[in-house]
């Protein structure tokens, strides 16, 4: 049975940092690409930040040089670190495996003061 759990989100103030973690089961994690995507109210879902098989990462313009994406195959997990996080970081946040449709159910990360 294929599960992605996402945890490690939180109520954070502007400036702070968070990292989530994705924990997957299942399903042979090494050999698949991963993504973090989020969501905020009343807003599409946006595309975060992406981690090859190989370790190779791509990060989303709006989160460069803040966020960064990393992947430990022996755990199955990948992680988002957030670091100087702004209001309009709130969304919740899925992690996933896109090529098999693979997500979580996400969660909640809310920046505010």
């Known amino acids: 049975q294929v599960q992605v759990v996402e945890s490690g989100g939180d109520l954070v103030q502007p400036g702070g940092s968070l990292r989530l973690s994705c924990a997957a089961s299942?399903?042979?994690?090494?050999?698949?690409?991963i993504s973090w995507h989020r969501q905020a109210p009343g807003n599409q879902r946006e595309w975060v930040a992406f981690?090859?098989?190989?370790?190779?990462?791509n990060i989303a313009d709006s989160v460069k040089g803040r966020f960064t994406i990393s992947r430990d195959n022996a755990k199955n997990t990948a992680y988002l670190q957030m670091n100087s996080l702004k209001p309009e970081d709130t969304a919740v946040y899925y992690c996933?495996?896109?090529?098999?449709?693979?997500w979580g159910q996400g969660t909640q990360v809310t920046v505010s003061s």
């Open positions: 299942g399903f042979l994690f090494s050999n698949y690409d």
């Open positions: 981690i090859g098989r190989s370790g190779s990462t």
């Open positions: 996933g495996a896109p090529s098999a449709n693979y």
